[in-house]
């Protein structure tokens, strides 16, 4: 008997598939990246901007391209954009196979104009749950796939939602903010693809249908977290320019850099860190508190 060997490049055949499949592992599509493309391909070119939130550069808004919008980071979206997203992450989970997707909408009539839609997701995945204000047509709502939860008069129905407990797990999350002089409407909130993320948003959007609880906890700790990391960071950044400065002017003039002054400037920096120390922690006391 001849045994025929296969070879590639050299090494035999469980080599050649093993580089193969190496290399499909390297060119595999990152979640957030196809995520982000995905929302990028349903808005206009031009308006392709969001705001940072709680950011500020010399007291003007900071705006951020979506190919550079960072995951878990919170900010300003419009309406256009903000159903962009929502759009994507649903069609993220509905490609999967399995699992469970959950989507509110803050009026029952946008429900009614997306019940194919919704229904076609039902008979992709294990479950889609719809979060919304009104009554549903009892016709449309048939199967055990497809399930209606009422969220009018309760902290949900100020958020859109679209959250996927799939393989890859995807989340978009962001509550709507009223019209200010004259200005439209806007949405603060976040995209994730990081499962704990998720994982705690399902939680607790669960124990708010169930009745308990006044505000959604997950996103007002990542909102408070988000705002506190902001904050730190404009003080540090300012404090940082002013000792610039004061090294510059030292430079240039050393024989103003007395003993006294040296310890002056020294003072003033145990002070500022002390004072820096005093944002996180008054954030974390806020944390936990009964929202009034």
């Known amino acids: 008997m001849v045994r ?79 159903c962009a997203c929502f759009d994507a992450v649903m069609d993220a989970a509905v490609r999967q ?7 509110s909408y803050t009026t029952f009539g946008e429900v009614e104009a997306q019940i194919h839609r919704l229904q076609h997701a039902a008979s992709k995945l294990d479950k889609v749950q719809v979060l ?22 309760t902290p949900l129905a100020r958020y859109r939602l679209a959250l996927a407990e799939t393989r890859e797990p995807f989340l978009f999350i962001a509550r709507e903010e009223p019209a200010r002089r004259g200005k439209p409407g806007r949405s603060l909130g976040f995209l994730s693809t990081d499962v704990d993320v998720v994982e705690e948003m399902a939680d607790d959007v669960e124990v708010l249908l169930r009745g308990y609880g006044g505000q959604l906890e997950a996103f007002e700790k990542l909102r408070l977290l988000h705002e506190t990391t902001q904050q730190v960071s404009r003080a540090l950044e300012s404090y940082a320019r002013r000792m610039e400065l004061a090294v510059e002017r030292a430079q240039r003039r050393p024989d103003l850099l007395t003993p006294a002054r040296f310890e002056r400037i020294v003072t003033q920096a145990i002070a500022k860190m002390e004072e820096l120390k005093e944002i996180p922690l008054s954030a974390l006391r806020t944390v936990g508190k009964p929202k009034r």
């Open 4 to 82: 025929l060997t296969y070879k590639a490049n050299g090494s035999d055949a469980s080599d050649g598939l093993r580089y193969r499949m190496g290399a499909m592992a390297k060119t595999k599509i990152n979640p957030w990246a196809q995520l982000m493309r995905e929302v990028q391909r349903r808005v206009p070119a031009r308006q392709q901007l969001v705001q940072e939130a709680f950011t500020s550069d010399h007291r003007h808004t900071v705006l951020v391209k979506l190919n550079e919008v960072s995951p878990d980071t919170f900010y300003w979206f419009d309406e256009r954009t903000a």
């Open 132 to 153: 919304a204000v009104g009554k549903p047509n009892r016709q449309l709502w048939q199967g055990a796939r497809l399930e209606w939860n009422s969220i009018a008069n």
């Open 97 to 103: 196979t399995g699992g469970r997707l959950m989507v």
